[in-house]
């Protein structure tokens, strides 16, 4: 099974033009989700330091690596985004062709309301292998009993502890990864975030990038705020 105990984490840096700090947004306990309009969550910038690869001339130097994905929000209560990609021959300073929404709500006539939580998992594994398409084999995923089971302890965590959400997130990420076969047991990157509205993750309007990295490998998860309400008027 992966180990994730090298999980990466990081706080989200709100700027200083904060829509909160408006007066009327003074007023109010505490500026709920629902005074947004938009939200888009995009992975991009991923860039492979260390393969892992011994370089021994005149050997193969490349690596084979799987992007894993997992997000969850408040609403559904179970992986919104379920995704495993697969990239061979990754060389050292090569970067990934990736730059997707892994999380998208906007509001209209049918979602108005909107999440309070908003919750990924990413990790970049190293395969010894050719990577392989499992696209079908996430399909069956969701009627195997251990995942079941892991979705279920994610939803509870969300509606009643929201602080183990991290760790029950990570057990959905071992799930998943127990479909892949020859790979490394450390991923050269794993990051779980969270993004509350307690927060204030939802309360400044824009694009905020969160960079993630270790000697391994770097990306950026960013995050897209709007609100109708409080844009400026051209």
Not at 33 to 41: A, H, P, T, V, Y
Not at 85 to 112: A, E, H, M, Q
Not at 155 to 174: C, E, F, K, R, W
Request: aromatic content about 8%; overall charge positive.
């Amino acid at each position: 099974m992966l180990n994730f105990d090298d999980l990466q984490f990081n706080n989200l840096i709100v700027p200083s033009n904060d829509s909160s700090s408006l007066a009327k947004f003074k007023k109010m306990d505490i500026p709920k989700s629902d005074q947004i309009s938009g939200i888009e969550m995009r992975i991009s910038n991923i860039i492979i330091k260390d393969n892992k690869q011994e370089h021994i001339w005149p050997f193969i130097r490349y690596s084979n690596l799987y992007l894993i994905i997992v997000v969850v929000d408040d609403l559904t209560k179970e992986p919104v985004n379920l995704t495993i990609k697969g990239f061979d021959d990754v060389d050292d300073g090569d970067s990934l062709p990736v730059d997707r929404t892994i999380y998208y709500w906007k509001k209209d006539k049918n979602n108005k309301k909107a999440p309070a939580q908003v919750h990924v998992f990413c990790s970049i594994v190293k395969c010894h292998k050719a990577t392989r398409e499992l696209g079908g084999v996430l399909k069956s995923l969701k009627g195997k009993k251990d995942y079941k089971s892991a979705v279920s302890e994610l939803a509870n965590a969300i509606t009643s502890s929201p602080v183990q959400v991290v760790d029950t997130l990570m057990t959905v990420g071992s799930v998943v990864g127990k479909l892949l076969k020859n790979v490394d047991d450390t991923p050269l990157l794993s990051i779980a975030q969270s993004f509350t509205d307690i927060n204030g993750n939802f309360d400044a309007l824009g694009k905020h990038s969160n960079r993630f990295e270790n000697k391994f490998a770097q990306f950026n998860i960013n995050l897209i705020i709007r609100d109708k309400k409080r844009e400026p008027s051209a």
